[in-house]
Every structure is written in structure tokens, then in C-alpha cells.
């Protein structure tokens, strides 16, 4: 391909900062056949990434953001449910909501049992959703709760500041996934009134949220009509991709997703004798399986020697990935070949 000139990037309404594109050379030659190994999704530590300035900070350890809270209605209308019991409502009927984790994506932390401890405090503060739980989980109050139950509050905190309603009218609208069983679920979209009141507008069976925790903001993906910006990627657009035979071929995107990165993120700057540069999360794989996190100046990747692949902030931003259809699910992100962290949809 030569040395590329950076796609304009598309702002997406969700992102959380300003350009934040990989800096480097374009990805020497057309995309190669390759061993490939079995695309599965990682949903372990991974961190997203951005070139920071020379000299920049050690990122401070990671911490869960608090959920944002949903707008309320102004004036409540008389009766009318608080936010987190509207949420309760919806969940009673729909089941759990099935989302992406803020303690996983885009990037794992520490685990539940040691977060669920340090942001209890947190959560008491919040009395209107905590007395919510509560009364949902059957707990009485008390000054002091085992870590079972603090573990049982925590997850409900969680979900449901990541379950959103967004005013219109005298209504609230949502639009979320839901699962009786962390196996199958339902896209629902519709309205609940204050009082708790459902309608709903569209019910269809889903897979999974997609939960990218990768690639930075104009990453270039390979397509056959030349380098996009992974942003700019939608689903049905055409990317290259490998057969099982490690094969080029011509690949339709089925799966894209994006989500907010924390501002502690870092990431592996991995650069290759020939030039290709690459800012990914240390837990993305290579389409080889090897995790980018694993690899150290002196390995081959794609047949070039890796020169550097120390570990950078990334700041902050959006996170994005993409699945391509085929029996592998890899493609190339500047000119590095990749497996896909997101699962397909059902």
C-alpha cells in the first residue's frame, strides 16, 4: 500500500475525545496469506490506545467509572416511581440486562469481590438507588452487610446505571438488551411511564452486546478499497479477511461495536522492522492466537521483526472492533493481522 495518508475521521456522537488516530507508516505491500488461528472472543485484560506526549504520566491504577445517571422528568408527575424502580420494573419483566461490564470492557480490573468492597461507600451515597436494591435484593437496612450481600448490591449498582432512560414527554425511552440466562436475550425498545407503565415498540431475539476493547480511533483497516478508518467501518461493508488456509479474501463486516475507554488506559506501541506500526490493548490477539501484551522486541510478527512494543497511555476515548464474516474472523488493522475480540450475533 505505501505510505498512507490518515482518513478523516467520523465523530461519533458517543465518542469521548478528539482525534486520536495511531501515528506511523502505512502498512508496506497488500495484506499476505497468513497461518491463522480460531477468532474467538477475549474477554480478559485488554486496553485500548493512543500515542501519548513524550514524557506523559504513568496512568494512576484503573477505577470503575459511576454510572451516569439517566435525566429525570420535570415535574414528577404524582405517584411516580424513582429511576432505579422504573429500572426494576423493566428488568422484572424483561430479565437482567445484558451489557458490557465496566469492570471488563473496555478493559478488565480488579476483581468483583475487592470492587465491590472499596465502592460500597459509594454506592450508600447514593440513597435513592441504594434503598432501590434494597428493597429489590430483599435486604433489610442495616450498618452493616456481609460481603455477599455487598457483592449482590454492587452488580445491581451496576447495571443499573448502565440501563439508560432518556426523557421524552411525560414517558421515559429505552432501548437495551435484556437475558433470563446469559444465553439468550431480547432488543427491546419502548417507553415506560412514571408510574411504571410499559409499552413497547419493538421486541426481537439478540445475541450479546458487542463489547469491543481494542483499536484506537482511525486505525486503518484493510479493504478492498483501500485503507479505512476502523470508525468509519460499518456493518455490510467489505474488509479483507482470510480463509483457513490463511488465504486472502474479500469479507463482509458482521458485527461492529464501540464503547468509552477510561482515561487510565495503556496500551502496547508496537512497531515492526518494515516499517507497520500498531497501538492496540496488550489483550488483543494477533491472528496468530499470541496476545500483543505477550510480544517483546526481537519476536516476528507477520514475518518482520517487532523493534519495540512498550506500553503507552492511551488518555482517553472510544474503543472500536469489528468482526468480519468467514471462517477465521481476522483482518488487518495497520497492516498487522488481527483476530476480532466481539462474538457473532445470534
Known sequence: MGRLARLAVL?????????????GVGAPGSPTALPIASATAISATIQPVTPPPSGAPTPSPAVTPAPTPSPTIVPAASGALTLAQLK????????????????????????QDSLAESRFPDIQKDSETFNAILAHLGYAASNAYTHAQKLAIYSDWKMLGALQLGPAGAVYRFTARFTPDQKSGSLVDGTIDQRGQIAVASQTASGPPPCPICLARGTRIATPAGPVAVEELGEGMTVWSADASGERIAAIVSVVGSMTAPPDHTVVHLVLADGRELY???????????????IAPGDTVDGAVVTNAERVPYGSGTTFDLLPSGPTGMYWADGVPLASTLRPQR
Open 88 to 111: 426494576y420494573r423493566l428488568i422484572d419483566r424483561f430479565g437482567r440486562l445484558w451489557y458490557c461490564d465496566p469492570d471488563f470492557y473496555p478493559v478488565a480490573r480488579a476483581d
Open 280 to 294: 492496540a490493548s496488550p489483550g488483543h490477539p494477533l491472528a496468530d492466537g499470541r496476545l500483543l501484551g505477550a
Open 11 to 23: 465523530v461519533l456522537a458517543t465518542a469521548a475525545c478528539g482525534d486520536l488516530a495511531a501515528s
